[in-house]
């Protein structure tokens, strides 16, 4: 029971430092960009590393890269059905429609954070450490998530605290889609547990395909470096040492 309390508190973890970051004082692009290049390492290294080759074990090759084919599809019909305005592309938005990109941009990732939570717990059925390294993943991923919806609040609204509490909550359909899966995953047999984690696979794949390296390599942005390459080689090192221990 003990892990569950870390899964869940590592749940919450990257909408509440991001938030809170989001009020006191944004971190440099450079930063930023790092920590979002880091956590795609930590996704991809978790997707093909631990994810993978467990879901091969559980279920068969075939299994597992149709699971993988739906987790991305998955992600996919979610932006393509649910405004998901990217963490980097909110300061774009400028004058009178500031608020409402604000608000499209919350929307986005509270509906996206359901299957994070699901994905979370995948691995919590079979190998607790699997969905240790997967809400990790998560978290980071979550903190520059957590910090790009609570700036756009706080800088319409000059409420910190409102714009702390909106901005955290994009952390309950995490907790929400983990609760669910948790219960429901427990009572179903390890073949299909199997798919569903190449599906986490496909799930982590896409977001780190899709969100994180492309916010975190824009060249044509001057604040750029080729330190992000570097933080996503650090980041799946990360997961090979932690495989480790």
Known sequence: MNYIIIIVLLSIAGPLIGSLLGIIKKPSKIFLYNLMS?????????????LIPESIKLSSVLACCIGVACGALLMYAFDRLIPHIHPELY???????????????????????FPEGMAIAAGSVT?????????????????????????????????????FLISSSTAIPTLLGFF?????????????????????????????ADELIPASCRKEDKHWNHSTIFSLIAGVISVIVIGLI
């Open 180 to 208: 669910i899966a948790y219960f429901v995953f427990q009572n179903i047999n390890l073949s299909l547990i199997g798919k569903i984690l190449g599906a986490t696979a496909g799930i982590m794949i896409y977001i780190s």
């Open 38 to 50: 880091f956590a795609a390492g930590v996704m991809l290294a978790v997707a093909f590393i631990q």
């Open 91 to 113: 300061e774009r938005e400028q004058g009178s429609t500031f608020k409402k990109t604000a608000f499209l941009l919350f929307l986005g990732i509270f509906l996206h954070n």
């Open 127 to 163: 190998n607790i450490k699997l969905s240790l390294a997967v809400a990790i993943a998560i978290a980071l991923h979550d903190i520059p998530e957590g910090l790009c919806t609570c700036s756009p609040y706080y800088y319409v609204s000059k409420k910190r605290l409102k714009s």
